[in-house]
């Protein structure tokens, strides 16, 4: 059965920065695409980043030069750092693990929250 743990959520003031992570258990297929997303309060849950198991990395506008997702297949494990953090970007993150970069995820984590303060 496979698993999808996150991690590293918390409270931190607009400026700040968090990395989260997401460690995978069970057999997941290979290759693979992890992706982070995020759902706030009263909004519908968004896409943040994907990453390829090659590496290829996708990133939503909101976002870009401000987020970087990795991995480290080794450990089986994905990150996501969140530099300069905004009170935007106050949500529930969730990881997930698809086949490929569209489509609906075969796997999803329980989710960890990101709240920054103003």
């Known amino acids: 059965q496979v698993q999808l743990v996150e991690s590293g959520g918390g409270l931190v003031q607009a400026g700040g920065s968090l990395r989260l992570s997401c460690a995978a258990s069970?057999?997941?297929?290979?290759?693979?695409?992890m992706r982070w997303y995020r759902q706030a309060p009263g909004k519908q849950r968004e896409l943040v980043a994907s990453i390829s198991s090659g590496g290829t990395s996708n990133y939503a506008d909101s976002v870009k030069s401000r987020f970087t997702i990795s991995r480290d297949n080794a450990k089986n494990t994905v990150y996501l750092q969140m530099n300069n953090l905004k009170f935007e970007d106050t949500a529930v993150y969730y990881c997930a693990a698809a086949r490929y970069f569209t489509g609906v995820p075969d796997y999803w984590g329980q989710g960890t929250q990101v709240t920054v303060s103003s």
């Open positions: 069970g057999r997941i297929f290979s290759p693979n695409v």
